[in-house]
């Protein structure tokens, strides 16, 4: 992957605002209602990616992505292409903070706050069913960056263990078997994208978001065993790729909300630094873990690594300035060196299809933002 040589680059978490043509295609697929028409689905999809990809390259990015216009979420976009998954209505854990304070939660619930989508859950063996989906969306970012003059793209993929951890199992006996099986097939998912010529960026809030939901009830020390457990699985699905093809995100969980229950960073990062990716996108700008700068600060950071600090919260519409963007990236270059950081941003901005707190417009502003600190920055450090 680039790295930042004669300037500090820029780049985000990988989902954006999805214009309604793209949402109404997702939810007619999602329901797999009359409505939906496989080549309509296509060419939306095709003409989306170009458009967001022109979008980023026009504001500034050096790093840009598609968007992920065609997954209806991060992680639940899998059942469309692997065997095993069912549609089933199955209780919703929800984030441990929120439950703290039920007026709040029920409150963000009726105003539209909470996404709504199928929830797969696995009934049957996971194999790959269709990698076609897969093939176009390759094909759609290579061509739009292509045509846009973009630096780099990247692509994201969810990790075995976000999967595992967000759709439930009633399938397989236990948990290495479950977790052995997603790896298999992300394994080939992981490896075609890089082997088009993009980055491959792995999701892993179960690295973190996973403490306060799926083990909201457990100790820390259980938890993190099975953190451990999942990075030693995504590891080895990304066996054959290359380490500096990859970086991976980590996410305390995209909403406005308390976040008093986030798993501090400093008792997960020996888990996360063994993790394969080279680079680390991480939150580094919302109010629960801007302070952790220092505990970066004082970790023992392998010399291959590159951070990719959230320069920009993903949950507020808020204009981030310019000068406190420089001012956070400058804070990660002193503790690993200029080559070693890009400015990023705390999460997506489009999650879930159709849910979003920032406004379209605004998020494209606050990327202009970070295009404008990351400059302040290197006239900084570069002189």
Not at 111 to 121: C, D, F, N, S
Not at 207 to 228: C, P, Q, S, V, W
Not at 270 to 291: C, G, S, T, W, Y
Request: aromatic share 8%; charged share 25%.
């Amino acid at each position: 992957m680039k790295t930042s040589q004669q300037h500090i680059l820029t780049t985000h978490v990988g989902s954006l605002p999805r214009p309604q043509p793209v949402v109404d295609q997702l939810f007619a697929q999602d329901r797999a209602d009359m409505l939906y028409d496989a080549q309509a689905f296509d060419a939306v999809m095709a003409q989306a990616v170009r458009d967001v990809v022109r979008k980023q390259v026009e504001v500034g990015i050096d790093i840009v992505s598609d968007g992920e216009m065609s997954k209806i979420s991060y992680a639940t976009y899998v059942r469309h292409r692997l065997t095993g998954f069912e549609i089933a209505e199955v209780p919703r854990a929800t984030p441990k903070d929120l439950d703290d304070f039920p007026a709040f939660r029920d409150r963000l619930a009726q105003q539209g706050g909470t996404p709504r989508y199928h929830r797969p859950v696995v009934r049957g063996p996971i194999a790959i069913k269709d990698y076609t989906p897969l093939d176009k969306d390759i094909a759609n970012l290579t061509q739009a960056a292509s045509a846009a003059g973009a630096h780099e793209a990247f692509m994201n993929a969810a990790s075995p263990g976000v999967i595992s951890v967000f759709q439930p199992n009633e399938y397989y006996t236990d948990t290495d078997s479950y977790l052995g099986a997603l790896a298999a097939v992300m394994k080939v998912e992981y490896e075609r994208i890089v082997g088009a010529g993009l980055i491959l960026q792995v999701d892993c809030p179960d690295l973190a978001m996973g403490r306060h939901i799926r083990y909201r009830d457990a100790d820390a020390e259980t938890f993190k065993r099975a953190a451990r457990q999942q990075v030693e699985v995504l590891n080895a699905a990304l066996a054959d790729v290359p380490t500096d093809r990859v970086r991976m995100h980590l996410c305390w969980g995209n909403y406005e909300g308390p976040h008093h229950h986030d798993i501090p960073l400093a008792e997960i990062l020996d888990i996360v630094l063994a993790a394969k990716p080279q680079a680390i996108q991480f939150e580094a700008a919302n109010p629960r873990h801007a302070h952790e700068w220092e505990v970066w600060q004082q970790a023992r950071i392998p010399d291959d690594k590159i951070l990719i600090p959230g320069c920009l919260d993903s949950t507020t519409n808020f204009i981030e300035h310019p000068r406190l963007v420089a001012q956070r990236i400058l804070r990660f270059a002193s503790i690993v060196g200029r080559e070693r950081v890009m400015a990023g941003t705390d999460c997506g901005f489009g999650t879930f299809a159709g849910f979003g707190a920032v406004h379209p417009d605004i998020a494209y502003a606050k990327l202009g933002a970070l295009v404008e600190g990351a400059r302040i920055a290197s006239d900084e450090l570069w002189g």
